[in-house]
């Protein structure tokens, strides 16, 4: 009973703008071919990740608050933008990133038994928080070869099969 979860990084804004301009829409659309499909997607509450899911062409079940900041102390421990591997040292210190994490964990393995067999879900998010949650679902992991922090729009997919977490690949744009 397999199934998969892709976390994503929304795509790019001006900043300090909310919204996607169209040239994000276009990367989250270019994303998007080839995508899915998804029994379910889920993004932060915060307009950017929501509008980079309907640009990839993909409608949102939900929104969810804990996926659109980590909070001050997380950003203290383990400030943004760090390597994969950084985010997974600091959560096995177990310390307000740990617990962000594993409150992220949590979250994706409801998902993922929520899920019909052979299901996938899609979720997007933001920088810091999509690789606490990669690592918070696999903390014993080796992300040294993962390199620095996700891109607009790059992600990991994660696979639950058995009742856990038993792989991560990471999904880069080239």
Same mark, same amino acid.
């Given at each position: 009973?397999?199934?998969?979860?892709? =976390? %994503?990084?929304?795509?790019?804004? @001006?900043?300090?703008?909310?919204? !996607?301009?169209?040239?994000?829409?276009? &990367? $989250?659309?270019?994303?998007?071919?080839?995508?899915?499909?998804?029994?379910?997607?889920?993004?932060?509450?915060?307009?950017?990740?929501?509008?980079?899911?309907?640009?990839?062409?993909?409608?949102?079940?939900?929104?969810?608050?804990?996926?659109?900041?980590?909070?001050?102390?997380?950003?203290?421990?383990?400030?943004?933008?760090?390597?994969?591997?950084?985010?997974?040292?600091? =959560? %096995?210190?177990?310390?307000?990133? @740990?617990?962000?994490?594993?409150? !992220?964990?949590?979250?994706?393995?409801? &998902? $993922?038994?929520?899920?019909?067999?052979?299901?996938?879900?899609?979720?997007?998010?933001?920088?810091?928080?999509?690789?606490?949650?990669?690592?918070?679902?696999?903390?014993?992991?080796?992300?040294?070869?993962?390199?620095?922090?996700?891109?607009?729009?790059?992600?990991?997919?994660?696979?639950?099969?058995?009742?856990?977490?038993?792989?991560?690949?990471?999904?880069?744009?080239?």
């Amino acid at each position: 009973m397999r199934k998969l979860i892709e =976390i %994503r990084r929304h795509s790019m804004r @001006a900043i300090p703008g909310a919204h !996607l301009t169209q040239e994000d829409v276009a &990367l $989250a659309r270019r994303t998007g071919e080839g995508m899915g499909p998804f029994q379910y997607v889920i993004t932060s509450t915060l307009s950017r990740a929501f509008e980079t899911a309907l640009a990839m062409g993909f409608a949102v079940d939900a929104q969810n608050e804990l996926m659109s900041s980590p909070g001050d102390d997380v950003e203290r421990e383990v400030p943004y933008p760090q390597t994969f591997a950084a985010y997974a040292a600091a =959560i %096995r210190k177990g310390r307000a990133a @740990a617990q962000y994490a594993l409150r !992220l964990a949590d979250l994706y393995r409801e &998902l $993922a038994t929520s899920l019909p067999d052979q299901g996938t879900a899609l979720v997007i998010n933001h920088g810091g928080i999509l690789e606490l949650g990669v690592a918070g679902c696999l903390p014993e992991r080796n992300y040294l070869s993962w390199g620095g922090a996700t891109g607009y729009c790059e992600g990991a997919r994660l696979t639950w099969e058995d009742g856990e977490f038993v792989e991560a690949e990471l999904l880069r744009i080239r």
